[in-house]
């Protein structure tokens, strides 16, 4: 059982070439009381090599590693909440950078707000900053907004990505993300979302991490992950459809659902929809987002 508070895991894949950045932004911390968790998720570029010669060096923090073999962020992300043994833990990509004071400002918040005795909190969501411009991604919080959900805060208004930190017990509470046979990519969102179901988090106006997306990373080839993971893309629109609001949200949702099922060849996804009626309304424009996404993977 670690004595630390926080656990910051990073998922990595083939990013040596990164990682020194985010490591080095650990060591800056101001507070050094987490622990930082390496989940490899089948690298081949020395990325294990490289942790091990941090791992015997005087960090002020420990560093766990695990190696697992390739299947996906998400599955990752499964094996880090099993081995998380802190209160609370956030994720920093192997791209990203902590950003200064992050870890002081966290705990901070969580014992200042009394976060341990509201047991309807889940955890903190704070600011991402462009790290090129430091310029906040979208936008902060309403000074009246003390606790949201994570969609609460885009039904209001608000946009672009957030850093969140959540408590480890109620990320364990949430079924692990799917794992579907010869894919590797499901929407992190999935645990997210459900957790909006049943708990708030604390806002706060400080950026805790700052990021840089990767030309490599997933945000640039989602056509072609559309075409790879098609069982994985239509779970979450499932999922999407069980939780929307809005008839515009749950058509936009069909709809893709549609064209994933398609993809996966999946013959009864009618049935299978929560929203079958509006599913198979939505058959001829989910062929045509079908065409559409193959067209464009191509290119």
């Given at each position: 059982?670690?004595?630390q ?9 083939n990013r ?22 390496i ?6 570029d020395g ?5 091990e ?5 005087d ?5 766990r ?15 880090a909440?099993d ?13 990203d ?6 870890v ?8 200042r ?6 047991p ?33 805060f ?8 957030k ?13 692990p ?13 999935y645990?997210?979302?459900l957790?909006d ?6 806002t ?6 700052d990021?840089?997306y ?5 945000s640039?080839?989602?056509?072609r ?9 239509a779970?979450?629109?499932v ?7 809005s ?8 709809v ?6 398609l993809?996966?060849r999946?013959?009864h ?10 599913t ?20």
């Amino acid at each position: 059982m670690d004595t630390q508070k926080l656990t910051v895991f990073t998922p990595a894949y083939n990013r040596a070439h990164t990682l020194p950045r985010t490591y080095e932004s650990l060591c800056r911390q101001s507070c050094k009381d987490f622990v930082w968790l390496i989940v490899d998720d089948g690298s081949s570029d020395g990325t294990r090599a490289l942790v091990e010669e941090w791992q015997t060096r005087d960090n002020g923090f420990p560093i766990r590693y695990i190696y697992k073999e390739n299947g996906g962020m998400h599955t990752a992300h499964n094996v880090a909440y099993d081995n998380i043994t802190t209160e609370l833990n956030t994720c920093i990509d192997s791209d990203d950078a902590l950003a200064e004071g992050a870890v002081e400002v966290i705990l901070s918040l969580w014992e200042r707000a009394g976060g341990p005795t509201h047991p309807e909190i889940a955890g903190i969501i704070g600011l991402d900053a462009d790290m090129n411009t430091g310029k906040v991604i979208g936008t902060a919080f309403p000074a009246d907004m003390t606790t949201t959900t994570l969609e609460g805060f885009y039904a209001s208004g608000g946009r672009g990505d957030k850093k969140l930190v959540y408590r480890t017990d109620v990320m364990r509470q949430m079924p692990p993300y799917p794992v579907f046979p010869g894919e590797k990519y499901i929407s992190l969102g999935y645990k997210y979302q459900l957790c909006d179901q049943l708990y708030r988090l604390l806002t706060i106006n400080r950026v805790l991490c700052d990021v840089e997306y990767q030309p490599d990373g997933s945000s640039h080839s989602m056509f072609r992950q559309y075409l790879r993971n098609p069982r994985g893309f239509a779970f979450i629109r499932v999922q999407n459809m069980k939780f929307n609001k809005s008839f515009r949200r749950n058509a936009r949702d069909c709809v893709h659902y549609v064209s994933s099922c398609l993809i996966a060849r999946e013959k009864h996804f009618v049935r299978k929809s929560p929203k079958p009626v509006l599913t198979w309304f939505s058959v001829p424009a989910g062929v045509l987002l079908t065409l559409y996404i193959r067209w464009r993977a191509k290119r």
